[in-house]
């Protein structure tokens, strides 16, 4: 007769040097990782336009996703995204190495399974359960101090909105407003023409924080003296927390709100 083996010993370890090449996936890992067990993230997770957790980052060894120095530093598991370089991934996995793939967040479903995901991959269940308390204790917030209902018209660089689908239309409905590219019927990211959204005259304007070390076309639209006349409706909402699901992702709906109700105050 076999041994008893105990359901726990019989489960697959703790992974012990976690890699990371993916911003969201970086994120996610620092926010539950045990002490000692995230070796490395990605260099984009040190940078102040695109991630929240700039401080925390400076604490591991920093990557540019390359698989020659992934090789080198021998992890038992590599988070990446599903947009991670294709060949990267496929000569880490042909090298016997360990990868999972998380896919963008695009709902608020979307970041409670990624939470719960990295939970059990890290063999930090009780941590992913906290953040995912925090995350429905915030939603809970917002949709009890809903503002008036307002238009929100997302507009990025090069005359981008976001409609259905995407993460930044999760946030302006988690924020109790309408989004105006949910109104025109569009789906994920696509252009917004000037004209139109002016003509739609939306409450409020959302901007990205991005900017550029040049003068760019990509900006052009909004020096347009059209668009500057509804400059007082328009807040920057930094990219950072846009880019990423998580419970940090909830101060974007946060500062709408703020913004439907008149006010302006500065970025936490």
């Given at each position: 007769?076999?041994?008893?083996?105990?359901?726990?010993?019989?489960?697959?370890?703790?992974?012990?040097?976690?890699?990371?090449?993916?911003?969201?996936?970086?994120?996610?890992?620092?926010?539950?990782?045990?002490?000692?067990?995230?070796?490395?993230?990605?260099?984009?997770?040190?940078?102040?336009?695109?991630?929240?957790?700039?401080?925390?980052?400076?604490?591991?060894?920093?990557?540019?996703?390359?698989?020659?120095?992934?090789?080198?530093?021998?992890?038992?598991?590599?988070?990446?995204?599903?947009?991670?370089?294709?060949?990267?991934?496929?000569?880490?996995?042909?090298?016997?190495?360990?990868?999972?793939?998380?896919?963008?967040?695009?709902?608020?479903?979307?970041?409670?399974?990624?939470?719960?995901?990295?939970?059990?991959?890290?063999?930090?269940?009780?941590?992913?359960?906290?953040?995912?308390?925090?995350?429905?204790?915030?939603?809970?917030?917002?949709?009890?101090?809903?503002?008036?209902?307002?238009?929100?018209?997302?507009?990025?660089?090069?005359?981008?909105?976001?409609?259905?689908?995407?993460?930044?239309?999760a946030i302006v409905q988690a924020?109790?407003?309408?989004?105006?590219?949910?109104?025109?019927?569009?789906?994920?990211?696509?252009?917004?023409?000037?004209?139109?959204?002016?003509?739609?005259?939306?409450?409020?304007?959302?901007?990205?924080?991005?900017?550029?070390?040049?003068?760019?076309?990509?900006?052009?639209?909004?020096?347009?003296?059209?668009?500057?006349?509804?400059?007082?409706?328009?807040?920057?909402?930094?990219?950072?927390?846009?880019?990423?699901?998580?419970?940090?992702?909830l101060e974007a709906s946060r500062?709408?709100?703020?913004?439907?109700?008149?006010?302006?105050?500065?970025?936490?």
């Open positions: 007769m076999p041994a008893f083996v105990p359901a726990a010993a019989a489960a697959d370890p703790p992974p012990q040097r976690v890699v990371s090449i993916n911003l969201c996936t970086d994120q996610l890992a620092m926010l539950m990782a045990a002490p000692g067990q995230l070796r490395s993230v990605s260099f984009l997770a040190s940078e102040e336009g695109t991630s929240v957790m700039v401080e925390e980052a400076a604490q591991y060894r920093p990557n540019s996703g390359q698989a020659e120095e992934i090789f080198l530093m021998q992890p038992d598991l590599v988070l990446a995204g599903t947009y991670t370089a294709k060949a990267t991934v496929a000569l880490l996995r042909e090298l016997g190495f360990r990868v999972e793939q998380f896919t963008p967040a695009a709902s608020f479903d979307d970041v409670r399974e990624n939470l719960t995901r990295m939970g059990r991959l890290l063999h930090r269940e009780q941590r992913a359960g906290e953040l995912v308390a925090e995350l429905d204790k915030g939603l809970a917030d917002l949709a009890a101090h809903h503002p008036p209902a307002r238009t929100v018209a997302i507009y990025y660089a090069n005359s981008y909105t976001s409609g259905s689908g995407t993460l930044a239309d924020a109790g407003l309408v989004n105006l590219g949910d109104t025109l019927g569009f789906k994920g990211m696509t252009r917004l023409p000037l004209e139109l959204l002016i003509s739609a005259n939306p409450d409020i304007i959302l901007e990205g924080d991005s900017q550029y070390s040049a003068p760019a076309l990509a900006k052009a639209n909004f020096s347009h003296p059209a668009f500057r006349a509804l400059s007082d409706r328009a807040i920057a909402v930094p990219d950072k927390y846009t880019i990423c699901g998580a419970p940090f992702t500062m709408l709100q703020r913004a439907a109700r008149g006010e302006r105050g500065e970025t936490p």
